[in-house]
């Protein structure tokens, strides 16, 4: 059975396609969850909305808690730690995550950093050893299988790699970054573009971007578990 761990990060309430001023990203993940269970009806689905429940950001007695050992940890540090485990422990039972990703300024929404910052959490998804020979950290979800699905969108157009604006997008790469550092690897992407000219262009893109989702859903599911 396939654990699905379906992440929206905008900060838009609905999808695009069911109202107006909805999110273009919540309607690519939504349309990749509900093809999926389509076709893999056993699917458990997790749901995590950091767009609108927001992680709370990294504080100095989360630190301080996180690289403390498990066994010595106090009360207060407990509960510094009780978001991010609760995160932690959705990425470690999911197979397969599939994110919402708006580009806010370049970059993802802060909510979404905030809910990199309390999952790249030392010992529990990453490891650290200064006295180790060669690599002090090691990703601890390496080898896992578990892939990543980042389902962006954007205002402006030409994002891609090469293109217009591709050294401005951070969004992508620096998600990329994150989940790579923790060991998940395996990584697909699609988006929507032109938002802001909101014409043909838009609903051109839209329809690209579903027909990606589309692809990426039958494309994986070949590998479902
Ligand atoms: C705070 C904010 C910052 C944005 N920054 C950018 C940007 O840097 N570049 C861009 O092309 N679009 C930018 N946009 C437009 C969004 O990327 C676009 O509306 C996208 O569709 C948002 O995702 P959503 O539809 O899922 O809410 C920004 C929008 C907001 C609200």
Not at 42 to 63: E, M, N, S
Not at 75 to 90: F, G, H, I, N, P
Not at 200 to 220: C, F, G, K, P, Y
Request: with cysteine; net charge negative; hydrophobic share 40%.
């Amino acid at each position: 059975m396939t654990m699905l761990l379906h992440i929206d990060a905008s900060a838009r309430y609905g999808c695009s396609d069911k109202i107006s001023h909805g999110s273009h990203t919540r309607r690519l993940t939504a349309r990749f969850v509900k093809q999926w269970i389509s076709l893999h009806p056993k699917t458990k689905v997790l749901y995590r909305d950091v767009g609108q429940d927001a992680p709370p950001p990294v504080t100095g007695k989360w630190i301080q808690a996180a690289f403390t050992p498990e066994h010595a940890r106090e009360d207060w540090m407990k509960k510094a730690l009780s978001m991010s485990d609760t995160l932690v422990d959705e990425i470690l039972q999911a197979d397969l995550i599939v994110a919402g990703v708006p580009m806010y300024n370049f970059g993802p929404p802060a909510q979404f950093k905030a809910y990199i910052d309390n999952i790249v959490r030392v010992g529990r998804t990453f490891g650290f050893d200064r006295n180790r020979d060669g690599e002090p950290y090691w990703p601890l979800l390496a080898d896992s299988g578990k892939r990543l699905v980042i389902l962006s969108s954007r205002g402006d157009y030409g994002y891609q790699l090469g293109n217009r604006l591709g050294d401005s997008n951070h969004v992508e790469a620096s998600v990329r970054t994150a989940f790579a550092y923790i060991g998940v690897t395996d990584v697909y992407e699609a988006a929507i573009e032109y938002d802001e000219f909101a014409d043909h262009r838009l609903t051109d893109s839209i329809r690209q971007a579903e027909r990606n989702v589309d692809d990426l859903v039958s494309m994986l599911g070949t590998h479902a578990i």
